[in-house]
């Protein structure tokens, strides 16, 4: 019997794995059933699950030459295409299923009922959706996409093999898949539907988009999700969703992939298919949260908005489910795990924690009659890519009546949050698991925050800027004589708009006087300008 999963997990993303070169060759030969390997530094209590072996084969491969001689002999009898003695042709043509008629790799489940799999996952993918083929080669024996069935000794449902680089990151590809998923959550015949639907769509990701192993959980999350949009019916994603709900904490990239297929399927319900799609074809150009802001902002919203609401949806699952809204299947859901549960002891508490960007962060305040939560939203897309571990710390205040500077939320609560970056952070109030109405903290769209800039409350002014597509972007400071006082260059902090960070120091590192400022930010082709008071007491 097979164990239902691999429980090593993947809190460290997958890019780390080739910093590290023996935690990489170790990881792999875990993955193919080498229990004795030592598991030194990649071993984590995330309660993450490896359910599909690509992204870490697809990290052998490309790491291959920075092997020694003697691990690279050892590496390259898992790296080759299986030998098998017999094939099949789906009846549309498209597939060739490699499989052996007897011994340790034989298929256990009917063959008829995998190639209809396959072709409906082509159809579903391809012909509804609108996905390109992945691209074609002359391997196993002609130019149809291979599928060879094995004993996935090591507990993976599949993997899709990079194999010719076609394009700048793209290419060719050919699929495993376990010949009988006997002992995993979702067996038989059923494990087998929902693996071809997941390889099938990474097939597609390298064949015509991009590889990329710094967003291997979006690879993931987007075919864990495709499982549940091609066999609605099977499920096997809800495996994998709990430990999304016990970490909603964490930040979004620092997450397995398998257990966020929820997120697309909240942005299919949202915006429909074609807002995934376009998230792929983004991903060409930019890393993945990157796109996913940006599909989403053509689509005529925003990635703290939108953030915002998911963390919502996810709320309200299992009892706490409401026929007709939010998730379809949010009653057969895990609940989420708070942050923390603290006692509300009137008039006020306050709280610290330091969230970090992209994440959803829940707190429970209980009283003898009530249970209100607060979900805040951090929406940092930009740390969220570059430094997913980074904090960002807040105090929030909750009270039963207004101390001066406090959000109404219903009688007898009030909230005050307390936040060097509040625009980032997005407030919603679940009382006795009726949702509040929704607040951002920030609702200026297109002025320089805090307004007035104060240096004895604030450290920084944020100060709206262009989109940038190298990420930086120019900064110019002038007084009302039109002096120039600064000039530098910046980051641009990406969440529902673009900004630049600025500690309000002149070019001699000095604090400038009281008055009216205007500022230039120039990014590639693109200029923002706009004008700022800042009081220095």
């Known amino acids: ?40 530094t990649i071993a984590s209590l995330s309660g993450d699950y490896v359910r599909c072996g690509t992204g870490i084969y697809n990290q052998i491969k490309q790491n291959f030459s920075k092997f020694s001689i003697k691990r690279q002999q050892v590496l390259s009898s898992y790296m080759s295409r299986p030998q098998t003695d017999s094939s099949i042709v789906t009846k549309s043509g498209l597939f060739r299923i490699h499989f052996n008629k007897s011994g340790l790799h034989k298929p256990a489940y009917d063959l008829n009922l995998l190639s209809e799999a396959l072709d409906s996952a082509y159809n579903y993918e391809i012909n509804i959706l609108g996905y390109p083929p992945p691209p074609k080669d002359n391997e196993g024996g002609d130019d149809k996409y291979d599928i060879y069935i094995q004993n ?181 859901y895990p609940l989420i795990k708070p942050l923390m549960n603290i006692n509300f002891d009137k008039p006020i508490v306050s709280v610290d924690i330091n969230t970090r960007p992209a994440s959803v962060n829940y707190i429970s305040f209980i009283s003898l009659t009530d249970t209100l939560t607060t979900i805040l939203t951090n929406s940092d897309v930009t740390n969220g890519v570059q430094n997913p571990s980074s904090d960002l710390p807040l105090t929030y205040y909750l009270a039963d009546h207004d101390d001066g500077g406090y959000r109404w939320i219903t009688n007898n609560y009030y909230s005050k949050l307390i936040c060097q970056s509040s625009f980032l952070i997005t407030e919603n109030s679940v009382l006795n698991n009726r949702l509040m109405d929704s607040t951002t903290i920030l609702t200026e769209e297109e002025f320089p925050f805090p307004q007035p800039f104060n240096y004895s409350s604030y450290d920084f002014i944020y100060l709206p800027a262009p989109r940038s597509i190298s990420g930086m972007a120019d900064l110019y400071i002038f007084s009302i004589d039109m002096d120039l006082i600064y000039s530098g260059e910046h980051q641009v902090l990406v969440s529902d708009k673009n900004l630049v960070k600025w500690n309000v120091f002149d070019n001699g590192g000095k604090r400038i006087p009281s008055g009216v400022y205007f500022y230039v930010i120039k990014t590639d082709d693109d200029t923002k300008k706009g004008k700022f008071v800042v009081i220095n007491e």
């Not at 691999?6 to 193919?32: E, G």
């Not at 597609?204 to 967003?215: A, C, L, P």
């Not at 609401?309 to 026929?323: A, D, H, L, M």
């Open 1 to 40: 019997m097979k164990k239902l999963f691999i429980l090593i997990a993947i809190f460290v993303a997958f890019d780390s794995y080739a910093q590290n070169l023996d935690s990489l060759y170790n990881f792999f030969l875990y993955t193919r059933g080498e229990r004795s390997t030592e598991l030194k």
């Open 152 to 332: 996935m000794s090591g507990g993976l449902y599949g993997e899709t093999r990079i194999e010719d680089l076609i394009g700048e990151e793209t290419y060719t590809s050919y699929i495993l898949i376990d010949n009988d998923f006997d002992g995993y959550y979702t067996a038989g015949i059923d494990g087998a539907r929902v693996s071809v639907a997941h390889e099938f769509h990474h097939a597609i990701q390298v064949g015509n988009y991009i590889y990329r192993s710094t967003d291997q959980y979006y690879h993931e999350l987007s075919s864990t999700a495709m499982e549940e949009f091609v066999f609605d019916d099977i499920n096997d994603y809800y495996a994998y969703i709990y430990s999304y709900f016990i970490n909603t904490h964490r930040s979004f990239s620092q997450n397995s992939g398998y257990n966020l297929a929820i997120w697309n399927i909240f942005l299919k319900d949202r915006f429909g298919f074609d807002i995934l799609k376009r998230t792929w074809e983004l991903m060409k150009d930019e890393r993945a949260l990157y796109a996913i802001a940006d599909a989403i902002k053509e689509y005529g919203s925003d990635f703290k908005k939108e953030f915002a609401e998911f963390s919502n949806w996810i709320y309200f699952t299992g009892y706490r489910s409401k026929p007709g809204k939010f998730f379809e299947e949010a009653e057969n």
